[in-house]
């Protein structure tokens, strides 16, 4: 099962680590907890007549000279027969502002319109949680709270002009420090913007890794829902309100993913139903 690319922020042994003990399963030895994982396959796996369970896995992650590697994991314990709810898909409540309306379609008229949306959907989010707008050189937008700047660069699609804007965030890393926040924002659906679902998620798989080393946010806006933001490779931790929004929003992006896929399905099939024939 790949565990990175589109479908949520860049997995860690850590969360491979805690998504198996709350099955019940504990791992012999597994490498750093702050590895980022690439992949992780189930291999083998048995349930004894006493109800213990054995499952290996081939785990492929990033170690600490940058290198990929792969190497099986065992796992053993108890498997935890319980009900696990289904993450609600209504974004995270905000604290302190009133939520922002939706819109009523996930299609944009134009670039422009898409990037206006993504700045206020983040503008809102950040002052939210106590940032305040502020000007920085060489970003799209710039929010401030206290000592911890977040700059923020905005595109309507994932494609080599994002690659570039993602580029110069990492520019902005080497010159500002790790004490600040980076992201490139674009919006979660982008069919209207020329690209689909599959070439975003081919886009992410090939650069979000390296995006993720360098510490770059990437972060979609639902395109009818400007209070739900999507994390994707990294987010602020170290901001533990911001950081508990994001851990509730990458939890609901299969759904939403799911809902627009459905979205799109009827949508062909309507304008196949009037087409001429």
């Not at 198996?20 to 702050?34: E, T």
């Not at 902005?172 to 926040?181: A, S, V």
């Not at 890794?209 to 979609?220: Q, S």
Request: overall charge positive; charged content about 25%.
């Amino acid at each position: 099962r790949r565990t990175n690319g589109f479908f949520g922020r860049m997995t860690t042994i850590k969360d491979v680590r805690e998504i198996f003990a709350q099955k019940g399963l504990r791992f012999q030895h597994l490498p750093p907890d702050d590895y980022v994982v690439k992949s992780a396959k189930v291999v083998e796996r048995h349930i004894f007549p006493n109800g213990d369970s054995m499952a290996a896995l081939n785990i492929t992650y990033i170690n600490d000279k940058g290198k990929a590697v792969s190497d099986l994991f065992v796992c053993e314990g108890k498997i935890k027969k319980s009900k696990v709810d289904t993450p609600l898909i209504e974004p995270p409540a905000l604290t302190q502002l009133k939520s922002l309306p939706m819109r009523e379609t996930f299609e944009f008229g134009s670039d422009n319109e898409a990037i206006e949306y993504i700045k206020m959907a983040l503008t809102h989010l950040l002052k939210d949680n106590d940032y305040t707008p502020a000007e920085a050189e060489g970003c799209d937008l710039y929010l401030k709270k206290s000592s911890a700047g977040f700059f923020i660069n905005i595109t309507p699609r994932f494609d080599e002009v994002a690659l570039a804007k993602a580029n110069a965030l990492v520019d902005l890393r080497m010159k500002h420090g790790n004490d600040n926040f980076f992201a490139l924002a674009a919006p979660s659906f982008q069919d209207s913007m020329g690209l689909s679902l599959l070439l975003q998620e081919r886009w992410l798989s090939i650069n979000g890794e390296l995006l993720a080393a360098h510490r770059i946010g990437v972060y979609t806006v639902n395109n009818k829902n400007p209070n739900q933001i999507f994390p994707f490779t990294v987010y602020p931790q170290k901001d533990r309100k911001l950081a508990r929004y994001f851990i509730a929003t990458t939890q609901q992006w299969s759904l939403m993913r799911d809902k627009y896929l459905q979205y799109r399905a009827e949508k062909e099939r309507k304008d196949t139903a009037i087409s001429p024939q």
